[in-house]
């Protein structure tokens, strides 16, 4: 077993595991991927400042989200697919997330189920939701996750329509993989992911596929989006979500101080700086650089969380350092599924909780909630750049 010390280790095994469809589908950013780089790229434009001779014993990262205790402020984010970087990929996820104090969000295009998953865990996960047309099938999809008794609705805003990733068009991405002989010949290289995928309790998209009539087709996620997703979302069917489901809701993947300002109004509990993970507009800017804009816009309306490029403990001090109350990780955590199932996604939320309070330490921090710009040396001209 190597010596895994850091989130590129589990990037390095998930790509020798993993078929290229999924690595692929994992690892890339729409269009240009500009944004998908400079997600990751602007955190590395942000320095700590160092403090020394302060007392660190008794430190603690335990923070809350949304009012539920956590053992550090990181959020597994909702991804699509996820049972097909690894076998049943939701419920290690969920297991991992649930034994280490951190919240687990289920995708609407995941491959278990809700119910999967809530048969699997012990304590509430939070469901992610794409909006759609048929209206009578959300209704059914927001009671089902009530019925699994999920703690928080996390509803994306940044798709109604999908940005186009080119490898996922070149690659026919679906659930499960089309078998041509290109698709054949890189499985045959993944013997172990398909060993363990045939043991899998489930292969397509289990909250859609026996609970919606008529669709074309369920294995593409290309297809899917384009028929189902809902262009005409706005901030009048926000609010009629948010009283259908009449618990906490975040709204996921604002990246404007103006659509911060109108997520604080319609009330919802917290937001989301996002980007997607540079997978949808193509051009915007990263996460963390909106992130003090929107803090100044409603941080003291909404509890702001940030998703977007975070890869390191590091990372996730800056976010907090610049207001967020929490983070998510997607790839991070992916990475480690890929690698090592769910004992890789342990892995990758101990390095980073490992990164997170030695270097909290190191800033003379003895918790996250102490984080603050008085912790960082951050460029004059980071936020101001693009005015
Ligand atoms: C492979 C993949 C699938 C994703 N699927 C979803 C999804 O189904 N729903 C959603 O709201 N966000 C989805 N996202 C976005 C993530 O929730 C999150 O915003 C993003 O991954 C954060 O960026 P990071 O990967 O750099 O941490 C997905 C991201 C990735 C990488």
Redesign the pocket.
């Known amino acids: 077993m190597p010596v895994i010390t850091n989130i590129e280790d589990l990037k390095r095994i998930y790509a020798r595991r993993v078929p290229k469809m999924f690595f692929d589908?994992?690892e890339s950013g729409s269009w240009t991927e500009q944004t998908f780089r400079d997600?990751t790229n602007d955190f590395e434009q942000i320095r700590l400042r160092q403090r020394v001779a302060v007392d660190m014993a008794g430190r603690t990262t335990a923070s809350r989200m949304i009012g539920q205790e956590v053992a550090m402020p990181v959020a597994l984010?909702?991804?699509?697919?996820t049972g097909m970087q690894s076998a049943d990929g939701e419920i290690k996820a969920a297991r991992a997330a649930e034994a280490f104090g951190v919240p687990f969000t289920l995708?609407?295009?995941s491959i278990n189920s809700i119910e999967e998953v809530a048969e699997a865990t012990t304590k509430p996960f939070w469901f992610?939701l794409?909006t759609m047309k048929d209206e009578d099938y959300m209704r059914r999809l927001i009671g089902r996750a009530k019925a699994a008794n999920c703690s928080a609705l996390?509803i994306?805003l940044d798709?109604q329509i999908l940005g186009q990733r080119h490898k996922d068009l070149k690659n026919g991405l679906s659930a499960p993989p089309k078998l041509t002989p290109r698709t054949i010949a890189n499985l045959m290289t993944k013997w172990a992911w398909g060993i363990e995928m045939l043991g899998a309790k489930r292969r397509n998209f289990g909250n859609i596929v026996g609970h919606v009539e008529g669709i074309s087709d369920a294995s593409s996620l290309g297809a899917w989006t384009a028929e189902q997703f809902d262009p005409s979302l706005d901030w009048g069917k926000i609010e009629k979500l948010k009283e259908m489901w009449g618990g906490k809701v975040i709204l996921?993947?604002i990246l404007d101080e103006e659509d911060a300002k109108m997520a604080a109004k319609v009330g919802a509990d917290a937001i989301t700086v996002?980007n997607?993970?540079?997978?949808q507009l193509d051009g915007a800017l990263s996460s963390i650089r909106m992130l003090p804009r929107i803090m100044d816009a409603v941080g003291d309306q909404v509890e702001v969380h940030l998703?977007?490029?975070?890869r390191s403990g590091q990372d996730v001090l800056k976010a907090l350092a610049l207001g967020a109350t929490g983070t998510?990780?997607?790839?991070?955590f992916?990475y480690g599924l890929g690698a090592m199932g769910q004992q890789g996604v342990t892995r990758a939320l101990e390095v980073i909780h490992k990164e997170l309070d030695t270097s909290m330490a190191l800033c003379g921090e003895k918790s996250v909630s102490n984080l603050g710009r008085h912790n960082l040396m951050v460029p004059e001209d980071f936020t101001g750049r693009w005015a």
Not at 77 to 81: F, Q, S, T, Y
Not at 276 to 279: A, S
Not at 328 to 332: E, F, K, L, P
């Open positions: 589908y994992a997600n984010a909702p991804v699509g697919l995708s609407t295009m992610q794409y996390v994306t798709l996921k993947g996002s997607h993970g540079g997978r998703d977007s490029g975070i998510m990780i997607g790839r991070a992916v």
